[in-house]
């Protein structure tokens, strides 16, 4: 079992960058798949990344492609979603999750694929 806990959402202005960070508790981290989610308001919560658990093959929405990046530091525990050129329909909170994954290139890309959540961060982008 894995705890995350997102961080490192805020307010900036449109073209500005972001740096979300989900932190994951347990030492097993390297066998975890793990993805960044968003739900704006009134919207269903939709894929932003994933990544693989060894960190090799990644997966980006293409509202997103060329803008965003996600990785991970496993020794930190940690995945992180780099988030460039903002614009204010990124406006959103932004969950990370987790699975255990037996495949070291698997990148699941759907909300229920993923079994571990986070509490979420805010993101808001001002135009």
């Known amino acids: 079992q894995v705890q995350l806990v997102d961080s490192g959402g805020g307010l900036v202005q449109a073209g500005g960058s972001l740096r979300l960070s989900c932190a994951a508790s347990g030492r097993t981290f390297g066998s975890y798949a793990v993805g960044w989610f968003r739900q704006a308001p009134g919207k269903e919560r939709e894929f932003v990344a994933a990544?693989?658990?060894?960190?090799?093959?990644?997966n980006l929405a293409d509202s997103v492609k060329g803008r965003f990046t996600i990785s991970r530091d496993n020794a930190k525990n940690t995945v992180y979603l780099q988030m460039n050129s903002l614009k204010p329909e990124d406006t959103a909170v932004y969950y990370c999750?987790?699975?255990?994954?037996?495949?070291?290139?698997?990148?699941?890309?759907?909300?229920?694929?993923?079994?571990?959540w986070g509490q979420g961060t805010q993101v808001t982008v001002s135009s």
């Open positions: 999750a987790a699975r255990l994954s037996l495949v070291p290139s698997f990148v699941p890309t759907t909300l229920g694929q993923y079994i571990y």
């Open positions: 990544i693989s658990r060894s960190g090799g093959s990644t």
